[in-house]
């Protein structure tokens, strides 16, 4: 029934750009997208991260470069590539007066191999609702629906814009989990967000994106996200004094402070010794590049 | 091909159940303009009833098509109801034509309403030219949605769509003819205005149909002015037709 999987990447996009009037929101990008990878798109609001996405789904018309999904030029829209996409808009209404089952019953009957809706309704948690008129549903659910209707055409490439902004924690963990079970269905995920907890907890992959350019691209580890290279040791001295280090390892460091406190016959105060985040990461790159076009 | 018409009656009979379901829809599609009809034939003398209740006829349908379609599609496109369709694989024909079946539906519910009802209640004659009333039906309903959809292109967002729908739906009304006939009137300035408007020639049709004296060739004129406002609205609501709500 099903063709050989195909080794080709899901997503490839070299030399990007696209200007709106006078501002260039990309400003020549480049990444690939493996099978059955989850992406994450990181960066700050305007960055250009919804530009490129939005590129990809077909939504819009690049300026300039090249751009292959699952094969496809996104730009000419054939029905083809969007039978196998499925996508969650960073913000959406719905038609208020339906109730999820019929929404997601009629999304079912758009696609060639749909998954069964009752099922893809349990999968994101709203089967006490789906009786409801979705004008009833809380903003959480409605997100929920939201992934819901991306999903029930069994897509091979998801796209989840934001898929997670104003959600409380347990709804949060909730569509992580839901993310986190596409990985292992093989299904490529490209993620944009906001939150960098959610891009190191979720992606293989993250590209951190600021006025329209690549800044840093590779897996969370590479970035040096958690890994034992590079180690931030904070401690409080004698005089009150906070100090921070950043050393590649701590151990030396860290003896060295309790060694002289056990001397003393004293704790070390507010000794922490972090990995860092991406957060940092991320910090760092993009006040990086805020100075060095300050130094222009 | 088939599947885009299947797909476009399933996008048909759910528009129907939305339109039953939303109050606001179902109250100015259908109730309000039924209350308009007993309410103003009522008040119309019987002999003066064969021209005003062909007018209701207009006014209902304008209200049920033009109205309905301008502030539904300005809704959508605000909401991202529009672009939420445009990443399904739904074909934009089948869409857009359960959303206009949807329409046409209720203007043609609204010509049977003041046909039957205008003779059931007000004793009218049943039409004499049942050709004229079903091919003016047809246009007028295609004409006023083409024009609702181009106007909705018109209106910045959902909030202002009320005051710019009615900014050209209650001057249409009263001057286009539905309380007066605009041959009678001693206005010329009036006349000229309703003879520009689409819903006097609309209107021209329909009392055309009901009266023995009428008939499609005495008012081939009025279908012509009809269908090239429908073309009018056609280009423009193909031309300047956004999924996005940005403009960019």
């Given amino acids: 029934m099903m063709g050989p999987v195909s080794t080709t990447p899901a997503i490839e996009v070299h030399g990007l750009r696209k200007a709106y009037g006078e501002h260039q929101a990309v400003r020549g990008i480049d990444f690939t997208v493996g099978r059955g990878e989850v992406f994450g798109l990181l960066g700050p609001n305007g960055a250009g991260k919804t530009t490129t996405v939005e590129i990809l789904e077909g939504y819009r018309a690049r300026d300039g470069g090249d751009v292959a999904v699952l094969g496809f030029d996104p730009q000419r829209r054939e029905r083809a590539l969007r039978e196998r996409l499925g996508i969650v808009l960073q913000s959406c209404g719905f038609d208020r007066h339906l109730t999820p089952r019929e929404m997601v019953a009629h999304w079912a009957s758009l696609y060639p191999h749909p998954r069964d809706p009752a099922e893809v309704i349990r999968l994101v948690g709203l089967e006490d609702k789906q009786d409801d008129i979705v004008r009833g549903l809380s903003g959480g659910q409605q997100r929920r629906l939201d992934l819901a209707l991306a999903l029930v055409g069994d897509p091979e490439l998801i796209f989840l814009d934001e898929p997670t902004t104003g959600f409380d924690p347990a709804a949060r963990r909730t569509a992580w989990g839901a993310i986190r079970s596409l990985r292992d269905l093989g299904k490529t995920v490209v993620l944009t967000t906001h939150y960098l907890d959610e891009a190191q907890e979720l992606s293989d992959r993250v590209a951190i994106i600021k006025d329209g350019r690549i800044l840093a691209i590779g897996t969370p580890a590479e970035l040096g996200v958690g890994t034992a290279q590079r180690v931030r ?5 004698e005089d009150g004094e906070l100090h921070e280090r950043e050393v590649d390892d701590p151990t030396q460091l860290v003896h060295d402070l309790t060694a002289e406190a056990l001397a003393r016959g004293e704790p070390v105060r507010d000794l922490t010794v ?6 940092d990461v991320y910090l760092e790159l993009t006040a990086d590049q805020q100075e060095e076009t300050v130094g222009v | 091909m088939s599947d885009a018409i299947a797909i476009g009656w399933r996008q048909f009979r759910l528009e129907r159940k939305q339109f039953w379901r939303n109050p606001t829809a179902a109250f100015f599609g259908f109730l309000l303009p039924v209350v308009f009809l007993l309410i103003i034939g009522s008040l119309t003398p019987a002999s003066d009833r064969d021209i005003i209740i062909p007018g209701i006829a207009g006014m209902n349908v304008m209200a049920s098509t033009f109205n309905a379609i301008a502030m539904n599609m300005t809704f959508r496109r605000e909401q991202g109801l529009l672009k939420r369709m445009r990443g399904t694989p739904m074909p934009t024909g089948a869409y857009l034509g359960g959303v206009f079946g949807n329409v046409a539906f209720n203007g043609t519910l609204q010509v049977a309403i003041v046909v039957f009802g205008g003779a059931a209640i007000f004793g009218l004659p049943l039409p004499y030219h049942w050709d004229e009333l079903i091919i003016f039906t047809i246009v007028g309903i295609f ?49 000229d205005i309703a003879r520009v408007l689409p819903i006097s020639h609309f209107i021209a049709g329909m009392r055309g149909a009901i009266q023995p004296d009428g008939g499609l060739s005495h008012h081939v004129g009025d279908l012509t002015v009809l269908a090239l406002w429908g073309l009018f609205g056609l280009y423009f609501a193909i031309r300047g037709f956004s999924w996005d709500q940005r403009r960019s």
């Fill in chain 1, 233 to 237: 040791v904070t401690w409080r001295s």
């Fill in chain 1, 274 to 279: 972090v990995r860092p985040s991406l957060e």
């Fill in chain 2, 143 to 191: 004409s006023f949605t083409a024009l609702g959809i181009a106007f909705s292109h018109v209106i910045p967002n959902f909030d202002a769509a009320p005051a710019y729908t009615n900014f050209v739906f209650l001057p249409s009304i009263l001057l286009g003819g539905v309380f007066f006939d605009p041959a009678t009137t001693s206005s010329a300035v009036l006349d």
